[in-house]
Nanobody, 127 residues
């Protein structure tokens, strides 16, 4: 069982930046697919960004493309989400997710693809 712990959330004004971190309980080797999701009150969980098991391919939701960047720290135990030019509509609880490569695949940004989830971190953006 992989444990994921997010941090870095907070309150910022529109146009500001935040960097979220996700620390894993074990190192991720090339077999893990990882992603960031978010969920605002009353909305479904939305895929924000994902990276391939070898961290050479990346996928982003259209709503965050060119503003958000995901990366993986070289020890492969930390996943980051750099969020720039934040908008009020980016306000949500952000979740880190991971799954072993080879599990059922529903899409890189589909929540059903991911087996392990963190507890989430709140991001609030004021106008």
């Amino acid at each position: 069982q992989v444990q994921l712990v997010e941090s870095g959330g907070g309150s910022v004004q529109a146009g500001g930046s935040l960097r979220l971190s996700c620390v894993a309980s074990e190192s991720f080797d090339k077999l893990y697919r990882m992603a960031w999701f978010r969920q605002a009150p009353g909305n479904e969980r939305e895929g924000v960004a994902a990276l391939s098991p070898n961290a050479v391919q990346f996928w982003y939701a259209d709503s965050v493309k060119d503003r958000f960047t995901t990366s993986q720290e070289h020890t492969q135990k930390v996943l980051y989400l750099q969020m720039n030019s934040l908008k009020p509509e980016d306000s949500a609880i952000y979740y880190c997710a991971a799954t072993p490569y080879g599990e059922n695949w529903y899409g890189n940004l589909h929540p059903r693809t991911y087996k392990y989830w963190g507890q989430g971190t709140q991001v609030s953006v004021s106008s």
